[in-house]
């Protein structure tokens, strides 16, 4: 009777510690798959927004400046500050109040977060 308990206590360990392993993987999966969906999310918006003005990594328009070495050599918070008011600096060489000015409220919070992240990294 004394070793059927024992047995019993090791099983329940082991059901444990086998069901926090699978937890923990179910985490580290969900976390690559949020990376994902962000850039997923961020190619969406960049390609119904802007690819028709703006190219990157060889792909779109060619009315803006090419995005390319930006997204290589600036922070976020610049490319954030040009798609929320575009005329505030004008690249040399480029018109004013060509890039539409209300993506501030045409975009949500976390379309800009994803379209910045699909800039800066993908
Ligand atoms: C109708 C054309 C047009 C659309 C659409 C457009 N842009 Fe622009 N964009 C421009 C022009 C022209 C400039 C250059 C003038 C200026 O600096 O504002 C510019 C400037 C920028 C700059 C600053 C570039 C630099 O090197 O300083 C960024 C960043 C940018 N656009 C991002 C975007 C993003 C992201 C979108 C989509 C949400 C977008 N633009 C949509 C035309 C456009």
Do not use: E, K, Q, Y
């Given at each position: 009777m004394k070793n059927l308990l024992w047995l019993k206590f090791i099983i329940i360990c082991i059901a444990v510690i086998s069901c926090e392993r699978q937890s923990s993987d179910n985490v580290k999966k969900n976390l690559d798959y949020s990376q994902s969906s962000l850039g997923l999310m961020g190619k969406k918006v960049y390609q119904m927004h802007c690819v028709n003005c703006h190219s990157l990594r060889g792909e779109?328009?060619?009315?803006?400046?090419?995005l390319d070495d930006l997204a290589r050599n600036m922070d976020g918070t610049y490319i954030r500050e040009s798609i929320l008011e575009p005329n505030r600096l004008i690249k040399p060489g480029y018109k004013r109040d060509?890039?539409?000015?209300?993506y501030g409220k045409l975009l949500s919070e976390k379309e800009l977060d994803a379209l910045i992240f699909y800039i800066t990294n993908q």
């Open positions: 779109g328009g060619a009315i803006g400046p090419s060509i890039m539409p000015t209300n």
